[in-house]
C-alpha cells in the first residue's frame, strides 16, 4: 500500500490549508486514517485520526481549528487546516491502518506558517 501526501506549503499565521493523502488500496481495507506531525526536534505526533465508521479524534492542539475528513470512492483522507499558528510549522504524515493491523505511512509534506 502506497500513499501520497500533497498540500503543504507557506502560508502566514491566520491562514488555512488542505492536505490531501491519496492511498493506493481501496477504502475498504482502510481501518484507521491519521495525520502526524514531526516539529523540529520533537517526536512525531498524531494531529488527527479517523476510522473507518468516521470515528475522530483531535490533537487538543488543533481541536476546533483542523478537519479531518476521507473520501471512500478516492480512498483518501484530507486534514483542513484553518486558523494556522506559526507553531503549526511542522512535516506532515499521512499514516493508514489496514483491516490485516498493517500499517504504512506517507513521505510527509511541509507546512510553513509565518508569523
Known amino acids: 500500500v502506497q500513499l501520497q501526501a500533497s498540500g503543504g506549503g507557506l502560508v502566514q499565521a491566520g491562514g488555512s490549508l488542505r492536505l490531501s493523502c491519496v492511498t493506493s488500496?481501496?477504502?475498504?481495507?482502510?481501518?484507521?486514517m491519521s495525520w502526524f506531525r514531526q516539529l523540529p526536534g520533537k517526536q512525531r505526533e498524531r494531529v488527527a485520526r479517523?476510522?473507518?465508521?468516521?470515528?475522530?479524534i483531535y490533537a487538543d492542539s488543533v481541536k476546533g481549528r483542523f478537519t479531518i475528513s476521507r473520501d471512500n470512492v478516492k480512498s483518501a483522507v484530507y486534514l483542513h487546516m484553518n486558523s494556522l499558528k506559526p507553531e503549526d510549522t511542522a512535516v506532515y504524515y499521512c499514516?493508514?491502518?489496514?483491516?490485516?493491523?498493517?500499517?504504512?505511512w506517507g513521505q510527509g509534506t511541509l507546512v510553513t506558517v509565518s508569523s
Open positions: 499514516y493508514a491502518q489496514t483491516i490485516q493491523l498493517n500499517e504504512y
Open positions: 488500496t481501496s477504502a475498504a481495507s482502510l481501518l484507521v
Open positions: 479517523i476510522t473507518s465508521r468516521n470515528t475522530v
